[in-house]
């Protein structure tokens, strides 16, 4: 069984760039979570993808952008980096249907400069 | 989601004292209680979780405890040893369209000292 990989592991950009960072599921995992963690702080809720639909999504504005694919994999998109986006983005994959645990990837950690 | 708190933010034991962690959590519909484990430049990996219709749950030197009630649930850590230093987080559920999400505490650096 594999577990929840992400690439890049680390990525830098400039203000104003686009970035996106790809996640493949844990095997027979139908949900991908992407949560945002900035440095010394605990991760949070960014969007949940279900059956290739956003399936709820956190406080974050629309310029997050996401994709799940067939196989179950995601995408997290970011335009018009700012400062701020600096963090590790951490992608969780779960059961879905109402199942709760989340496996955590290792996570990207993003730089923008 | 709404708020998890989590104390203390630092802790530090010596090797085979207990470690104690508490979060509270203010949504009612909250019903699962994760806790992660996160080593310098990793995941959050998971090491223990509780539901809300159970009051306690023990794995080996790790056990939960969950006060629904009060809305507080607890971390301890038994015998503690050096590889149990990392950052813990707690965390709480809650309902998205078809699913759930988290809401995360700040963490607690644990240092284990020998």
């Known amino acids: 069984e594999t577990g929840v990989t992400q690439s890049p592991t680390h990525l830098i950009k400039t203000r104003g760039q686009q970035v996106t960072l790809r996640c493949s599921s844990q095997?027979?995992?139908?949900?991908v979570s992407w949560y945002q963690q900035a440095l010394g702080q605990g991760p949070q809720f960014i969007f949940q993808?279900?059956?290739?639909?956003?399936?709820g999504r956190g406080n974050f504005p629309p310029r997050f952008s996401g994709l799940q694919f067939p196989n179950y994999s995601s995408e997290l998109n970011v335009n018009a980096l700012e400062l701020d986006d600096s963090a590790l983005y951490l992608c969780?994959?779960?059961?879905?249907?109402?199942?709760?645990?989340?496996?955590f990837g290792p996570g990207t950690r993003l730089t923008v400069l | 989601g709404e708020n998890v708190e989590q104390h203390p933010s630092t802790l530090s034991v010596q090797e085979g004292d207990s470690a104690v962690i508490k979060c509270t959590y203010s949504?009612?519909?909250?019903?699962?209680f994760p806790w992660y484990k996160q080593e310098l430049g990793k995941g959050p990996q998971l090491i223990i979780d509780i539901r809300s219709n159970v009051g306690e749950k023990k794995d080996q030197r790790i056990a939960v405890t969950l006060n629904k009630t009060a809305k507080h649930f607890s971390l301890h850590i038994t015998e503690t040893q050096p590889e149990d230093s990392a950052v813990y987080f707690c965390?709480?559920?809650?309902?998205?369209?078809?699913?759930?999400?988290?809401?995360f505490g700040k963490g607690t650096s644990l240092l284990v000292t020998p």
């Open positions: 095997s027979g995992h139908n949900t």
């Open positions: 969780a994959s779960s059961l879905g249907g109402g199942a709760d645990t989340q496996y």
């Open positions: 949504d009612s519909a909250s019903n699962y």
């Open positions: 965390a709480a559920s809650f309902k998205i369209r078809s699913g759930y999400a988290l809401n």
């Open positions: 993808y279900y059956r290739e639909e956003e399936n």
